[in-house]
């Protein structure tokens, strides 16, 4: 699977649009990138995936860029709860990673008040 | 619909013992993957169950071992404890396995304590 480059940490303001960076300029065409989000000694909480078109849920919109090297999370209106470690994977559809997400070290977002 | 859940959330061990951990899976999800968590490793691969057959495996050692149940329902066991072991073990289920845009949903995870 493709790696992945975040930046350490990150502080944006509540209710403040939280835009956080990826960077993985080695994917490959069949590689999706996938976000997670950890609450502290919570389990990870899924967010969004996307493969090549831009992606927006009820939690979050997920920019691909054309040549696909890079990736933003936005977190429209942050709130204190969406204080967390977020994870960028990218991970290939099948074969022999059948069920494996390799995490990084994450981005620590903190939300101010 | 509920989520994935995991018994015990806490057990404390000794060295040598043995302990098995089990997970129940989202209703209708057959994939369950086991995942360990520690401060200096972070988020580590175990292994990953589909229709009670192992699909992949991480670099963990041979006490490491699981095993998934008709009703998709997965166990892991870890024998003759080590402090090391000690950790957030969490496991996740998805629909399928292997397939391109399965998301993975995950329990609150089991506190491991290796004294």
């Known amino acids: 699977d493709a790696k992945t480059t975040q930046p350490t940490s990150m502080d944006c303001a509540e209710g403040r649009a939280a835009n956080l960076p990826c960077n993985h300029s080695t994917i490959s065409g069949n590689e999706y990138v996938y976000w997670y989000r950890q609450i502290h000694s919570q389990g990870p909480q899924y967010i969004i995936h996307?493969?090549?078109n831009n992606e927006t849920n009820e939690m979050a919109s997920l920019i691909i860029t054309e040549d696909r090297k890079s990736s933003t999370l936005i977190l429209p209106h942050a709130t204190l709860r969406d204080t967390a470690v977020y994870y960028c994977i990218v991970r290939v559809g099948g074969g022999t990673s059948y069920g494996k997400l390799t995490f990084g070290q994450g981005t620590i977002l903190t939300v101010h008040p | 619909k509920a989520g994935v859940t995991q018994t015990p959330r806490y057990l404390i061990k000794t060295r040598g013992q043995q302990v098995t951990l089990s997970c129940s899976p989202i209703s209708g999800h057959r994939s369950v993957s086991w995942y360990q968590q520690t401060p200096g490793q972070g988020l580590q691969f175990l292994f990953e169950y589909f229709s009670e057959t192992q699909r992949n495996k991480g670099n963990f050692p041979g006490r490491f071992s699981g095993r998934q149940f008709s009703n998709s329902r997965s166990e892991m066991n870890v024998s003759t404890l080590e402090l090391g072991d000690s950790a957030l073990y969490l496991c996740?289920?998805?629909?399928?396995?292997?397939?391109?845009?399965?998301?993975?949903?995950f329990g609150p995870g089991t506190r491991l304590t290796v004294l």
């Open positions: 996307g493969l090549k």
């Open positions: 996740a289920s998805s629909l399928k396995a292997g397939q391109g845009g399965n998301e993975q949903f």
